[in-house]
DNA sequence: CATGAATGAGAGTTCATTCAT
DNA sequence: GATGAATGAACTCTCATTCAT
């Protein structure tokens, strides 16, 4: 596969993401893909094989970006409550991104590849590898006396699972930019010396 | 409509139910309920034209069961800790209940429908109201002491969201029953006035 | 399934069996037997699920029509070179049958199919019992001192084999009506007393 | 076209008759000899514009190296007798071999082409040639005093349909070795002298 | 000569929906 | 009310063939 063939392939991705933004994923067609990329019907059938295969890529795509995303906007003097909310406030972009989020559509993924052998769930590793990221930021941030918590591991998982309903609401039942402050506000508060 | 329709109807929501439990909300077609019933094609839409529409009346008696299983099982002589502890092992046997939750159907249906004017989007309304009931019962433990709570409104929400996030991750990453007892001790204890 | 079905299922296969007998077995397509009985896409597969499947029952129903025939056109007071010559003069009309027949298709098919355990193998049971019949004929005949034959068993078979090789090269070099007589003069002279 | 243009033909070709071999004719698409030679689509279109032109070259090839191999293997001192042991063993070997024959490809082809001007069917010049042959093999023989025959030319042609039943049988219905030396045998004993 | 990406026609199959009975 | 045959649109996937490089 050439030069020109990764350009392709990377179009693509690009294109399907806009649609399994617009779809979520199981009504998403291989149909919808090839009138999306404006190619022909047996053309994506050359780079992938599946719209399950191609989601699957996309949120390859999509975790690497975010990735660099978060880690190039962390300074270098950063303390760790300037961290966390950094962090928090990233979640908070993202909750309230609602016309250009995959999270529909990831859900949609799992419910039905929940089964998979767990070193291939990538949302179960991304889950745990945040609570342990954010468990470290409050160990460091009692350290530093910014902030007050006797069991970071359990205040971190408390964190992670609330924000998973916040961004399961977000998708259901709607949430507001107020409730979405108020929330993350609600968290942060607990973990601050001055919370008392 | 006839005794005996009322019957049929009633008896087709109870095994398209099980079609839902089973598929989720996206994949279900009228045929797969046409056959779970067995009856004929025509027949099915003589009560429903649509696979969304008999979900909605799925969820509706399901909503309707729940409440009556819930008020049932509060004693006259409960206390609000009593009431939230049921509660919260209520939520807890719901969350591991794998095999036969609607619980992905209802988040596909609603993923699908979010738009909703806010009226009929049950979910919200059932959100909103659970809220405001564990925020009653935590001012109501506060009270006569068995809580200590600054901010019972924003406490009552933290439960719910956390529930919610336990939720999704139950049908996407997979919980163990000791995750959800952790999760739920953890936020009875910070309620709690021996907390301190 | 009604009377009407059964009815539409006998069209189908009548109609079928002219596209078979037109295109052979192998390229012959779902869409083709459709066009040729002008019903709907979907429809044809409220009857029947793949063209191996329709093909089988369509040889199902020639075989059982043959064997009517046959049966039919023995006369009571036969004598066994009488039925003999009736067998082969069938077996000439059949030959030389070009724009009417299976034969093709039965051939594509069981290329394919060969594997079949043998007791789905129509084709080697079709085989078998004519050898069978014929060497029965050719006993008769020789106790009545019409024919004179060693070996009936074997010459059974080599009339077998001889109709099978006509029968192919039919299909494929092309026979003359000149030649079939021939061949089956030179069997039947084999047998007959005034040979010598 | 250069030597080594030939070279990759002749190449191409002989991949080509293992698809045939594994697939028959009417089943093999251009995709699947180009994907069998390791080939790009577009070069297979340089040598060959479809599939019946590529099994039309095999044939030749195979055809040519077949006689080569019987003209090979006929001594100077074999009297006729010998010739016609000789070539019926090289049919018995023919028939049973299962697993590389083009026999199902040929008959295939002759199903769709049978229409063919009679110059261009090979098959039957291949078929008239070895009547031919046999019978001035009987001829010999009968003068030879090792055969004893009344109608050469018949006989020949005799033998020649049996084995083209057998062949056809070998594909259908399946022959084991006994079968086949059974016929042969009986086709070889009605022409001895001692068969009296 | 050779490559392989690209196209688009076409086959198989499934279903929502209708309608005569 | 109830049936189930029928339709036709829609989707998946495969290939022959072309063409720019």
């Known amino acids: 596969m050439g030069e020109k063939s990764i350009q392709k392939r990377k179009f693509i991705l690009q294109t399907a993401r806009k649609v399994f933004v617009e779809k979520g994923f199981k009504k ?5 893909i090839v009138e999306a990329c404006d190619i022909s019907r047996g053309g994506l059938y050359l780079y992938f094989e599946s719209t399950s295969q191609i989601f699957q890529e ?3 795509m999509e ?5 660099d995303l978060f880690s190039g906007s962390i300074k270098e003097d950063s303390t760790a409550a300037d961290i966390l909310l950094l962090f928090l406030r990233e979640q908070k972009k993202e909750l309230l991104r609602k016309q250009d989020t995959l999270t529909q559509a990831i859900y949609e993924f799992y ?3 929940q089964q998979l052998p767990k ?4 949302l179960k590793k991304q889950f745990d590898s945040a609570v342990k990221i954010i468990e470290r930021l409050i160990e ?3 350290e530093s006396g910014e902030f007050y918590c006797e069991d970071p591991a359990g205040c971190a998982r408390n964190i992670m699972f609330v924000l998973e309903g916040l961004k399961i609401c977000a998708q259901t039942i709607g949430v507001t930019p107020d409730m979405v402050d108020r929330e993350i506000l609600y968290l942060y508060k607990n973990l601050c010396v001055d919370d008392e």
């Not at 975790?63 to 990735?67: G, I, K, N, V």
């Not at 070193?119 to 990538?122: G, I, L, M």
Request: no cysteine.
């Open 58 to 60: 996309v949120m390859k």
């Open 111 to 113: 419910f039905e590849n």
């Open 119 to 122: 070193k291939e769930n990538r």
């Open 140 to 142: 460091a941030g009692v």
């Open 63 to 67: 975790t690497q970006e975010a990735d």
């Open 28 to 32: 998403v067609t291989m149909k919808d």
